[in-house]
């Protein structure tokens, strides 16, 4: 069973801090990573993707792979209260990449 | 900006109807999705469809479900007889290549009585 994990918070950070959001996956083959905001009783809106060991970088969003560990990361940084969501962390389960796998999402919340 | 569209928005059907739920993907995308979020859970893959044909499904997908993309633009999901433990709320989503990322639909919500 392809398995992904999340810490399901909730995740308490004042506005302005760094939020970091963790996920780690059971599939060593995965090859493609995606962090996906949800709004509550909204679809899931892409905040970033990530297919290299490494970081990458978007804005305030931070993206890290780590393949060897199988992890996946995501810092929020100067975190506003708007970005109060859940963050579902998805990885691509073969090699076409077709099906995501999800986990629960973790909570976040930015209070002011 | 293109999106993904969903009609309708929620549907309410009585247990051992028929539901067709609609989606119109991102124009220029030639991969296409379901999947569905019980509430409170998270959210599960059931179908990807490519050149006209399933290309992978999960084991929720069983005989009860069918999808089809009955013409250029609208992409559906059928349950054949529906159940209380359907109710979901269900995404399409699409993507423009295999790999690429998969944008999603608003949803739409379905209430089996």
């Known amino acids: 069973q392809k398995e992904v994990e999340q810490n399901s918070g909730p995740l308490s950070v004042p506005e302005g801090a760094i939020a970091s959001l963790n996920c780690t996956y059971s599939?060593?083959?995965?090859?493609?990573f995606f962090w996906y905001r949800q709004y509550s009783g909204k679809s899931p809106e892409l905040i970033m993707f990530?297919?290299?060991?490494g970081d990458k970088e978007d804005g305030r969003f931070t993206a890290q792979l780590n393949k060897a560990s199988q992890y996946v990361s995501l810092l929020i940084r100067d975190s506003q209260p708007s970005d109060s969501a859940t963050y579902l962390c998805?990885?691509?389960?073969?090699?076409?990449?077709?099906?995501?796998?999800f986990g629960k999402g973790t909570t976040l919340s930015v209070s002011s | 900006e293109p999106e993904v569209t969903q009609t309708p928005s929620h549907q309410v059907t009585q247990m051992g109807q028929e539901v067709i739920l609609r989606c119109v993907p991102i124009?220029?995308?030639?991969?296409f999705y379901w999947y569905r979020q019980i509430l409170g859970q998270k959210v599960e893959f059931l179908v990807s469809f490519y050149n006209n044909e399933i290309s992978e499904k999960s084991e929720i997908f069983d005989d009860q479900f069918s999808v089809e993309r009955p013409d250029g633009s609208n992409f559906t999901l059928k349950i054949r007889s529906t159940k209380l433990e359907d109710s979901a709320m269900y995404f399409c989503?699409?993507?423009?290549?295999?790999?690429?990322?998969?944008?999603f639909g608003p949803g739409t919500r379905l209430t089996v009585l």
């Open positions: 990530i297919y290299s060991n």
């Open positions: 989503a699409s993507s423009g290549s295999a790999l690429d990322t998969q944008y």
């Open positions: 599939d060593r083959g995965s090859q493609s």
């Open positions: 124009s220029n995308h030639l991969y």
């Open positions: 998805a990885v691509g389960i073969n090699q076409a990449g077709t099906a995501l796998i």
